[in-house]
């Protein structure tokens, strides 16, 4: 879908891509291998319909979740409860990543993260929810838990 006016789209930290045209943009993302998490976020937009911005979401939601999914396994540093802890990428969606770490007693915790970059802006999720979550429960039957609550 073509059109007069432009969509400025970052792609990752370094690289923000004029859109005039979605197919093209479709099968630039198919191809390109830098997009980092900082993707999909729309920086301007100038005389594009509403039909193309339904459109380009879809694109930019299904690549996310594609991109998403390649972080689970991921580990990193996150700032929780007074100190530094080790924590896993367990599950992913469009929205970003569930997180589990654990703390020195033994006791483990989910959080929502949006972005790998910023693991420190969360939202707190008990299990019961994650599992039963649309977003991150199918995953979650699979995933290497440190605790593996029997939750079905």
């Known amino acids: 879908m073509s059109n007069k ?18 197919n093209s943009l479709a099968s630039y993302l198919e ?15 100038s005389n594009v319909s509403e039909l193309f911005l339904d459109k380009l979401h879809r694109i930019i939601n299904r690549f996310k979740a594609i991109q998403n999914k390649k972080s689970i396994g991921n580990h990193l540093q996150v700032f929780r409860n007074q100190g530094e802890r080790w924590a896993e990428v367990v599950a992913t969606s469009k929205n970003g990543f569930l997180v589990e770490y ?29 599992f039963a979550s649309w977003e991150f429960g199918l995953q979650l039957q699979d995933a290497q838990l440190i605790n593996n609550p029997q939750i079905h």
């Open 31 to 45: 191809k390109v291998g830098d997009i980092d998490d900082g993707f999909g976020e729309i920086v301007e937009v």
């Open 102 to 130: 654990e703390m020195p007693n033994g006791t483990t915790a989910l959080n929502v993260i949006k972005s790998l970059r910023r693991p420190n802006e969360y939202k707190t999720i008990t299990y019961k929810k994650a």
């Open 5 to 22: 006016g432009h969509v400025y789209l970052r792609i990752n930290k370094n690289y923000v891509a004029t859109v005039r045209d979605l």
